[in-house]
């Protein structure tokens, strides 16, 4: 898998998806991003394979979003280990805040 199969499932549901940071912040909108290495294999004196963790954060005002679902069921069909991590209420903004955690064996790029 490549880091952007994750951005492009997440766009399938969300069409406000974006990476790193917001960039139109809606009703909804979706921001991912990889933030650090789980593990790795090493053979013949270099890495081999490498997992990648990131989050993804869902911001909606709509209670019972059945989008939640639905990004669950894109980070299932990436076939890569996730959990949600907190749902929180956002009061200065009326957001409801969705963050999973996920992690990912990425194809080396070289």
């Known amino acids: 898998m490549q880091l952007s199969d994750i951005g492009a499932a997440l766009q399938a549901v969300v069409p406000n998806t974006s990476r790193y940071r917001a960039v139109n912040k809606d009703d909804q909108y979706c921001v991912w991003a990889e933030d650090g290495q789980a593990a790795a294999l090493h053979a013949d004196g270099r890495m081999q394979e490498q997992t990648i963790t990131g989050t993804v954060d869902y911001y909606t ?21 996730w959990r949600l991590e907190s749902v929180q209420y956002e ?11 996920w992690e990912a064996v990425v194809d080396w790029p070289g």
Do not use: F, M, S
């Open 61 to 81: 005002k709509t209670p019972d979003d059945p989008k939640v679902w639905a990004i669950q069921d894109a980070l299932n069909g990436l076939g890569l280990a």
């Open 91 to 101: 009061d200065e903004t009326g957001y409801i805040h969705h963050e999973w955690v």
